[in-house]
Nanobody, 125 residues
Framework: QVQLVESGGGLVQAGGSLRLSCAASGLSFSDYAMGWFRQAPGKEREFVSHITWSSASTYYADSVKGRFIISRDNAKNTVYLQMNSLKPEDTAVYYC??????????????????WGQGTQVTVSS
């Protein structure tokens, strides 16, 4: 079956960096656009970033643009999220997701086919 397994979360001070990884199995990874979403306590899941299957295009929420970088390695079936200049408001559970498509990803969670279990990111002030 399809599995998406996130790792790399943790506790970091404001201004610090973390790199999240999401390892995919059970699917043809290059057939999927990949996305990152996050959900803070009491809030809805929100879009962070997505990347096309070929890495040709990447998209970011305004709140993370210029600080976060999404990338993927199709040979390793892994997508990454490099998070720099972290702020307390970035604190959330971060989820990776896979969207079967020959086009790009989406900002809408309902468009994705598979989800990971999430990894906690906590940024202290």
């Amino acid at each position: 079956q399809v599995q998406l397994v996130e790792s790399g979360g943790g506790l970091v001070q404001a201004g610090g960096s973390l790199r999240l990884s999401c390892a995919a199995s059970g699917l043809s990874f290059s057939d999927y656009a990949m996305g990152w979403f996050r959900q803070a306590p009491g809030k809805e899941r929100e879009f962070v970033s997505h990347i096309t299957w070929s890495s040709a295009s990447t998209y970011y929420a305004d709140s993370v643009k210029g600080r976060f970088i999404i990338s993927r390695d199709n040979a390793k079936n892994t997508v990454y999220l490099q998070m720099n200049s972290l702020k307390p408001e970035d604190t959330a559970v971060y989820y990776c997701s896979a969207k079967y498509t020959s086009y790009g990803g989406s900002r809408y969670p309902q468009d994705y086919d598979y989800w990971g279990q999430g990894t906690q990111v906590t940024v202290s002030s």
